[in-house]
């Protein structure tokens, strides 16, 4: 009898077996296709285009123009001179000569050496091709019929460029040294500042993670206030303080605050809750057996500090240094305040494209500004990656002891702190109310009549409060539901992990640079979603896709406790998944869905980098007017708008925080059975 | 679901006839007219044309400026009211304004008046550089109060003095340029070597300067005359001085954007503002006006202002911007940390 051996090598390959995809899975799927391409459409599309942006270059192109010269007669003999081949005789215009920007002219005389406006000679000159260009004077002439003029017009004809591709732009930056020196500029205070931020943040972290100080709630709050202020403000607050009429001018020894060490100082001030946040989760966790090893082993303190504190903190301090490093790097709306001279990329990229227009060059200083914020947000995401598992089930949670001496300490630390904080937010509002500082300091709400002042009047208040309530709305539901598709549909994995990419990406990419795209792709005529330009959904669209990331880590985080169960029960009752989604997981979530849209809400009310290129006269904003006020010198205005910016902030939370407890003591019964 | 088109659909309709039935017509305007003047203006010109709204659009002159020239394949503009006249040159070489002989341009000075039949533009006033000096924390630094703009580079004012940038600013650009026509192309760029050593920084508008100097964050603001009549107005301890050599000035005009598709609100407007009425409305700030035998002596308005005016070469100027902008940018922008 022969052997039945099965080889599984020589079997016929049966049918693939593909679960047959039901009604919802292709809901789901092809809502999460929408999303993502909403995503390709306001994030990828736009930086593609800037990208492109950054080659297009303009140049002289002589060999589209022809002359002829006449003799003293003013007798034309019919030699047509092409203007490429005078200069290759002449060598009057180098290579670098004639690179030029959009607006750039040259004057043609120079291509002939022996040229006087005196003389009795005539000039003709015509474009060879219909892209020619050529003024005389102020009149275009863009016809290739020849154009006759005598010497003293002649001299007026200027030459226009034409559009090309090529790496002019690169050279062209990397060989300007007013621009290439930001970089350094931007790296080394964004190292400065990042230093200082993360070691003030870690100590008033300890202080309230690791002591048993007095009043620790308060000091939480007063360290989140920044969080609600544009990052103007303290820049704004510095001149108060610091400036030639500050009122503690003294202390600053006679350095300027004009420049690094107001940029510093204000940086210190705006990240400040981040690198807190950040690090007080790290902080908040850790294991009192290590502690307990360390005292019996005799460690002092500093070295039980330094082997125990440290290393179960360092991915937090680690992920804060980043996260701050990139917030200093991208942050425009300081330095434009306080820098002075000073200059950075991300003012470089607005002087750029809103002092001369220069878009390419614009587009340049972006490409170089994407370089290192996107590798902090690297390192930041790799190390984030890392940190899971500190405390595992047998950890005892760290349980601080009261110290006498060491609670005061800290709570004189976090005084200190606290009055920087609040006391940059008090000067705001005391010049505010000031009615001519330094020279008239009765009171007066003058500074308050907006609709006289640049920036739009009381007017970009309201569209603030619009775009914001806009983009907490809309943003929700669209990072909710996607977050929801991405992380509760079945299979489909290369899709899913694609859509992850893409919603991770926002968070690389810095506001200057994403609204620089926004003008770039949502302007040419050519496409069709041009419409919103320059309306009010432009810039919901661009605020949400700027902080897309951070709402949808929160909504992911959320969903991530939801037992996948949910979904398997309702297809065996045969509900549809939309279904499940309205009557549980959204009510489940509801506290991460108003941790959401209260963060969009206090961002699109304090955001200026990204919407500063987009806003039109009819959606003027209250943090853009902050800035333009204080750019026509109108200072105290632009304090009191920014108070402004924060009490509606505050508002927003106190009421969030009501709501928050009203609904979840509806829908979050169940957690406390 | 039906119900609810229908209902949008009927909102939709209603809104659009509402439109019509309003038959008010809606003119985007750039322009760089000092921003608590607006209102001002749009009454005045509503008063006589209540069916025209306008929709201010107001930045620095170099950022209108830049703004319009990028939007040259998509104009968003239907009407510049108020824009430096090498500005609206520039505007007109690259064929983006429309001619138009507004009703009544006969009675301008027709220095006023662009050169072309039908004009490309009409000039509405000038503008002239001026020094705010504050006195008092002039003399708490001990400093002596200039006379020219040479004294301007003496080492006793370092870091004493601001001034606008031009590539955003308007008034820093005419100084720029009326440098250069003064003391020729060598002297220009020399002075400004010396000048530079003494400006603490430069800023994004024409106007800030003087509000600085006004404020006392800085004893010395080069900016424009009226603005620094304001300010004094406003009660700063500001002297405004003119220096000697001559100023610089530009002319404040109007022009109607090519391929508006409000080409008859945009020739009301444009006939509104060549009027003796509109004149007089520019005239509470300006001090020499389009309008021949209007102009009236201004408040805290300097003397000799007028006089000091230099003979301004505009096409000099406009053709030039872009080449004497790239040499100021490469000379002095960002440079002063650099060292």
Known sequence: MSELTTNPNSLPAGPDIRPKLSRDDILMRGSMIVIALYLVATLVLPLYTMLSKSFSTYRMELSQYEFQVSDEAGQFDGVILPADELNAQTNAFSDTDLATGSDGRLSVTELFPDFSFRSPVMYQIRNTSDTGRFLVGSTLQDGTDWVTLDSNAFRRVQLRPVQSRGLDNFVNYFSTPALFNSIKNSLWISVLSTIVTVTLAFWFAYALNRSCMRFKGVFRLIAMAPILVPSLLPGIALVYLFGNQGMLKEMLFGASIYGPIGIVIGSVFFTFPHAFL???????????????????????????????????????????????????????????????????????????????????????????????????????????????????????????????????????????????????????????????????????????????????????????????????????????????????????????SIFQMFAMLPMAIPGMVLGLSYIFFFNSPSNPLNGIYGTMAILVICTVTHFYTVSHLTAVTALKQMDREFESVSASLKQPTMKLFARVTVPVCLPAVLDISIYLFVNAMTTVSAVVFLYSPKTTLASIAVLNMDDAGDIAPAAAMGMMIFYTNAAARIIHLIASKGVLGRTQAWRNR | MKHKTKLLAALALSSLTANVAAAETELTVYTAVEAEDLARYAETFNASNPDIKINWVRDSTGIITAKLLAERDNPQADVVWGLAATSLLLLKSEGMLEPYAPAGVGDLDAKFVDGDNPPAWVGMDAWVAAVCYNTVEAEKAGLTPPTS???????????????????????????????????????????????????????????????????????????????????????????????????????????????????????????????????????????????????????????????AMIDNDFEFAANNRAAILKEWQSRYDGKSEAK
Request: glycine share 8%; proline share 5%.
């Open chain 2, 149 to 307: 703009w040479k004294d301007l580079t003496d080492p006793m004012y370092k870091d004493q003095v601001i001034m606008p940038n031009p590539n955003s600013s308007g008034t820093g650009f005419l100084d720029v340029s009326s440098w250069l026509q003064m003391f020729g192309e060598e002297g220009g760029w020399e002075y400004m070597d010396g000048l530079h050593e003494n400006i603490a920084r430069y800023t994004h508008s024409g106007s800030k300067p003087c509000k600085l100097a006004a404020a006392g964050e800085i004893p010395i603001g080069i900016s424009f005359a009226f603005r620094g009549a304001k300010s004094k107005a406003d009660g700063a301890p500001l002297e405004i001085i003119v220096p000697s050599e001559g100023v610089g000035w530009d002319m404040e005009a109007t022009a109607i954007v090519a391929g508006t598709a409000n080409v008859e609100a945009a020739q009301k407007l444009v006939d509104f503002t060549v009027t003796k009425e509109a004149n007089e409305m520019y005239n509470t700030g300006y001090a020499v006006v389009a309008y021949p035998g209007v102009a009236k002596p201004v408040e805290h308005f300097p003397d000799g202002l007028l006089d």
């Open chain 1, 278 to 496: 950040i690090i007080s989760t790290a902080l908040a966790i850790s294991d009192a057996r290590l502690y307990e090893a360390a005292v019996s082993l005799r460690s002092t303190p500093w070295r039980t500090f330094w082997t125990v504190t440290i290393p179960g903190a360092r991915y937090g301090l680690i992920s804060a240094a980043f996260v701050v490093f990139n917030l200093v790097i991208t942050d425009f709306g300081l330095p434009k305040v306080i820098g002075g001279q000073f200059n950075v990329l991300a003012v470089d990229i607005y002087k750029q494209v809103i002092g001369q227009q220069n878009f390419e060059m614009g587009a340049v200083v972006s490409v170089v500004l994407v370089i290192p914020a996107i590798l902090a947000f690297v390192i930041d995401r790799m190390v984030q990656s890392k940190q899971v598992a500190l405390l595992s089930a047998r950890s005892v949670p760290y349980q601080p002891t009261p110290n006498r001496k060491a609670d005061r300490i800290f709570l004189a630390y976090c005084c200190l702190i606290g009055l920087f904080i609040i006391g940059l937010l008090a000067v705001c509002q005391f010049a505010a109310l000031i009615k001519f500082w330094p020279y008239d300091l009765s009171l007066s709400l003058k500074n308050y009549d907006f609709n006289k002042m640049d920036g739009g009047g009381w007017s970009s208040y309201i569209n603030s409060i619009k775009l914001a309530l806009l983009t907490a709305l809309i943003g929700t539901s669209v990072v909710f539901f996607g977050a929801y598709l991405v992380e509760k549909s079945n299979g489909f994995r290369t899709g899913r």
